[in-house]
């Protein structure tokens, strides 16, 4: 699934929407470069599990921790120097945890991720414009030819439209 949006605002909106459909234990894998709005979906996603509090970028913590009815464990990955590193900070302890994962700079660690994982990759596309897609690494269904998200996330994400 594909979106354009034009405001920060859209943004977190789309975050809010995957965040209300999430599950304890689901990880969210988020690409793209700075300024891609990262952060700003992430806020989404804090929004949508009911967690008020202010998402900040964890930058020079690697993760922050948002309790709530389901948790929401924020990671940073810029500054890691390996993927080890994450390991040694309690990687699978966090997801084991009943936690939602959301993780900023994804490229730096590929391996951590399950297979129903799903992945979001933001793209800057101009001053105030973003591509945001949605995908998962398994499970997937199709929707116009295209992937789309998991059989158990599009339903919820597109009203079970085609999927
Ligand atoms: N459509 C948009 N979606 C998200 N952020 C946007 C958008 N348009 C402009 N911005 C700006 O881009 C920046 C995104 O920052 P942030 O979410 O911290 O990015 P990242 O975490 O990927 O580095 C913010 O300054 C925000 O105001
Ligand atoms: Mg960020």
Known sequence: MTIITESEDE?????EKLG??????????????LGAGKTAFTRGLA????IVMHVSSPTFTIVNEY????????????RLENETELFDIGWDDYHERG???AVEWSEKVPGAFTPDTIIVRLENLGENSRRIEISA??????QGGEFTV??????????GAKC
């Open 11 to 15: 943004t977190i909106r789309e975050g």
């Open 20 to 33: 209300r459909t999430l599950k304890p234990g689901s990880i969210v894998a988020l690409f793209g470069d």
């Open 47 to 50: 929004s949508g599990l009911g």
């Open 67 to 78: 309790p709530g009815d389901i948790p929401l464990f924020h990671f940073d990955m810029y």
């Open 99 to 101: 936690g939602v994962c």
């Open 137 to 142: 690494q398994e499970d997937k269904c199709t």
């Open 150 to 159: 998991s059989r158990s996330q599009c339903d919820i994400i597109d009203g």
